[in-house]
């Protein structure tokens, strides 16, 4: 059974700094790209991190750069997320997501998100 799992999040004062997990299991973690997407409330998803198998190609989002940093542990199989500096704006469901094409045809799976509240 595939199962990402996240933990985590919470309630943290702005400029503060949390640490978000991704435990993976039931798939070969080590061959998918893995992802952080987030939902601030009223908005739409927006994708803020990806990391490739390896580590060696990143991305970030312009919200987050500088702030954020994403890393993975393959053989824990778990996805991470440093968020430090955090602002109001930050304030969302936070999911990791992995990600990968297989013979043309593409795998995603998606956690269940964590919360993070960014206010005083």
């Known amino acids: 059974q595939v199962q990402l799992v996240e933990s985590g999040g919470g309630l943290v004062q702005p400029g503060g700094s949390l640490r978000l997990s991704c435990a993976a299991s039931?798939?070969?973690?080590?061959?998918?790209?893995m992802y952080w997407v987030r939902q601030a409330p009223g908005k739409g998803l927006e994708c803020i991190s990806y990391?490739?198998?390896?580590?060696?190609?990143?991305y970030y989002a312009d919200s987050v750069k500088g702030r954020f940093t994403i890393s993975r542990d393959n053989a824990k199989n778990t996805l991470y997320l440093q968020m430090n500096s955090l602002k109001s704006e930050d304030t969302a469901v936070y999911y990791c997501?992995?990600?990968?094409?297989?013979?043309?045809?593409?795998?995603?799976?998606w956690g269940q998100g964590t919360q993070v509240t960014v206010s005083s």
């Open positions: 990391i490739n198998t390896i580590g060696g190609d990143i």
């Open positions: 039931g798939f070969t973690f080590s061959r998918y790209w």
């Open positions: 997501k992995g990600r990968m094409v297989i013979g043309g045809a593409l795998n995603e799976y």
